[in-house]
T-cell receptor
Framework: DSGVTQTPKHLITATGQRVTLRCSPR?????VYWYQQSLDQGLQFLIQYYNGEERAKGNILERFSAQQFPDLHSELNLSSLELGDSALYFCASSGGRETGNTGELFFGEGSRLTVL | AQSVTQLGSHVSVSEGALVLLRCNYS??????LFWYVQYPNQGLQLLLKYTTGATLVKGINGFEAEFKKSETSFHLTKPSAHMSDAAEYFC???????????FGKGTMLLVSP
């Protein structure tokens, strides 16, 4: 058990819909990262938050947004869903020192999104 | 920009045989290198990491990797494969500072009896 909790574990929805994925980081971790894993693209970094502030942005579509709340949990919002958005979405956390990430990421078990 | 290339999307070995998973990286500064493992229906778990110092790094479950700067490689090895090693393995790199972790596309390790 990594200590990172993601909900829901599975989600099936239709094209055009909007979903929210939730992540609770390990106790004490300030940084939260979102990754998308698909067969064709592999593991793609989406976005990082540190203590409520956006720290880094990767290949995140404009239809997607995220935020980190004062209690440090994070949500990833996916809207106007397309078939190609079907993937496993991982949240990870780390100590997130101000100097950046040089250490281990702790991953949740992921949220599997299926868009029909 | 940093990047990672893992040679071979699938590697098959027999139980007891040597495991060798290849990883080459690109980085404009001295990198920090990682190997993660993903078992079915689970998240990624750190196997080992190289930051500075000794270039041969030992990890969990008998795995080790050697950082070779001249070859820009960080290959993962294990002398004797077990059935329980069957999983997907990801090599990752970060340049530290505000750089994020970039993953390779992964190598699925298949272990046959």
């Amino acid at each position: 058990d990594s200590g990172v909790t993601q909900t829901p574990k599975h989600l099936i929805t239709a094209t055009g819909q909007r979903v929210t994925l939730r992540c609770s980081p390990r106790s004490g971790d300030l940084s939260v990262y979102w990754y998308q894993q698909s067969l064709d693209q592999g593991l793609q970094f989406l976005i990082q938050y540190y203590n409520g502030e956006e720290r880094a942005k990767g290949n995140i579509l404009e239809r997607f947004s995220a935020q980190q709340f004062p209690d440090l949990h994070s949500e990833l919002n996916l809207s106007s869903l397309e078939l190609g958005d079907s993937a496993l979405y991982f949240c990870a956390s780390s100590g997130g020192r101000e100097t950046g990430n040089t250490g281990e990421l702790f991953f949740g078990e992921g949220s599997r999104l299926t868009v029909l | 920009a940093q990047s990672v290339t893992q040679l071979g999307s699938h590697v098959s070995v027999s139980e007891g045989a040597l495991v060798l998973l290849r990883c080459n990286y690109s980085s404009s500064v001295p990198p920090y290198l990682f190997w993660y493992v993903q078992y079915p229906n689970q998240g990624l778990q750190l196997l080992l990491k190289y930051t500075t110092g000794a270039t041969l790094v030992k990890g969990i479950n008998g795995f080790e990797a050697e950082f070779k700067k001249s070859e820009t490689s960080f290959h993962l090895t294990k002398p004797s494969a077990h059935m329980s090693d069957a999983a997907e393995y990801f090599c990752a790199v970060t340049e530290g500072g505000y750089s994020t972790l970039t993953f390779g596309k992964g190598t699925m390790l298949l272990v046959s009896p």
